[in-house]
């Protein structure tokens, strides 16, 4: 093994410089330093806690360069950043030399069109919606902290920015901040760089009012980050200011420090789910009119059916219709939705049927597909025929009437039953909801 000495970290470094590139290098290991290395075990000390974290992200590289260069195979590298006193009085010193840009740039302004009047509400999102507009009429005297959580598209950001447009509306001196959890880090790590003093990072949080911090789960993983998150939050909420964050993971599973995520715990979390097939046809059918353009019901009915869990994608399908619609100057009739979104129809295939939705309910609880549609009661058939009936409506664009008529001339007040019961039960049993999930990507994938 090498006696490490002077030259063992230049000696290293020069290694590393291979095995990264330029700017990596640069930013990362030219302003590092090897704290210790006996026996297997090296620690390597980042200029700091945001330079660590990178490190840690790459340990596999780093270590097999370090490997090669040591000739040790068994070489075991960790991480280290700079104690909280040694980075203060290094931030101290460098404040008087460079100032960084002020924090109001790097906001993202609210977007003046994400509102409450164009969110549409249904029983996906009620609740949620109607946490955050509680949240934007009273600051801080309902829920703090607010947490959003649902799956990717289905309107997080949306409720965020009309939370803030409702708030300045109302108050128009508050002082609102909305940031995603990517741009906090960016933030924290640009006024490092340059030489800037966390305190003064920290200042500027303190004095906002209500504090909108999107896509938490950005987060995960990134120690420091967290831990100045957790300081931003510590100091807002004994002010008693709002904080509202979002998040696609469940809060209570997602991997953040014990103590950040006890914080969220601390107020209300709302759930979003997935916009059930009226919602999305109102959706749609709003997003139409606010670009000055009816289109047929038909049209809406289709896109509804076909894009069934991402709002986003489901709007995307609208755009791309009224582009080719002017550029070719035609009317939005089903050949020219057909042609406009082509690649995704693909993706998505036909709309899923009733039929197969029978076919696929009858095989999954070992029913005869006959029984979908016969007079028996028996629990064993009733309870999957109401599954299949629930699963008609989610993903077909059948009526209540033409629901009920393929399931042997049942009436619609049988199928809203169906729905209702099924719809509560999923919202009881995860296990349950986690079936009908699963089988409904089996349906969507043997159209
Ligand atoms: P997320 O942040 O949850 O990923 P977004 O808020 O960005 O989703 O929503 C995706 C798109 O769908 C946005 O254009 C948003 O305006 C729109 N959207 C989502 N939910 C609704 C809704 N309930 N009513 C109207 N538009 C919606
Ligand atoms: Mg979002």
Excluded at 411 to 419: F, L, M, S
Excluded at 424 to 431: A, F, L, S, V
């Amino acid at each position: 093994m090498v006696e490490p000495n002077q030259n063992t970290w230049p000696q290293l470094q020069a290694k590393l410089s291979v095995a990264f590139n330029e700017s990596e290098f640069e930013t990362y290991f030219k302003n590092a330093s090897l704290k210790k290395w006996e026996g297997h075990q090296m620690v390597l000390e980042a200029r700091d806690p945001f330079r660590r974290d990178w490190m840690l992200g790459q340990s596999d590289r780093i270590q097999k360069a370090l490997r090669e260069a040591s000739q040790d195979a068994d070489l075991l590298v960790s991480f280290m950043a700079p104690s909280e006193e040694t980075l203060q009085t290094k931030w101290v010193v460098a404040e008087k030399l460079v100032m960084p840009a002020p924090l109001e740039d790097r906001l993202t302004p609210l977007a003046p069109n994400l509102r409450f009047e164009n969110f549409v509400v249904g029983s996906s999102n009620r609740f949620a919606a109607a946490a955050c507009q509680a949240v934007a009429e009273n600051p801080a005297k309902t829920y703090n902290p607010l947490v959003l959580y649902g799956g990717v598209g289905l309107g997080k950001t949306h409720l965020l920015n009309a939370i803030g447009n409702l708030a300045l509306e109302k108050s128009p001196d508050l002082k609102i901040v909305f940031i995603t959890s990517e741009n906090f880090m960016n933030e924290m790590i640009s006024v490092l760089r340059s030489g800037g003093d966390m305190k003064l990072f920290r200042d500027k949080f303190r004095k906002v009012d209500i504090l909108l911090i999107d896509d938490i789960q950005f987060m995960v993983g990134k120690e420091s980050t967290q831990e100045e998150f957790f300081h931003t939050f510590n100091d807002l909420h004994s002010q008693g200011k709002q904080i509202v964050a979002t998040c696609d993971i469940p809060p209570r599973e997602i991997k953040l420090d014990e103590r950040l995520r006890n914080r969220f715990e601390w107020g209300l979390v709302a759930d979003i789910g997935s916009p059930d097939f009226e919602t999305r046809v109102a959706i749609l059918r709003k997003k139409s009119e606010s670009l000055g353009k009816p289109v047929p019901q038909e049209i809406l009915e289709f896109l509804s059916s076909t894009f069934t869990n991402n709002i986003r994608e489901l709007e995307g399908s609208l755009l791309k219709i009224f582009a080719l619609s002017s550029i070719l100057n035609r009317e939005i009739d089903r050949a020219l939705v057909e042609e406009a979104l082509r690649d995704a129809l693909k993706v998505h295939s036909k709309p899923v049927s009733v039929d197969s939705i029978q076919e696929a309910v009858a095989q999954r609880y070992r029913m005869k597909l006959t029984d979908m549609k016969a007079r028996k009661r028996t629990d064993a058939v009733a309870f999957p025929r109401q599954i299949a009936m629930y699963l008609s409506r989610e993903l077909t664009s059948s009526s209540l009437p033409e629901i009920g008529s393929a399931f042997g001339g049942r009436d619609h007040t049988t199928v809203i039953h169906a729905i209702h019961k099924i719809e509560k039960k999923m919202k009881d049993d995860p296990q349950f909801s986690g079936d009908i999930e699963s089988l409904v990507q089996e349906i969507k994938g043997m159209r």
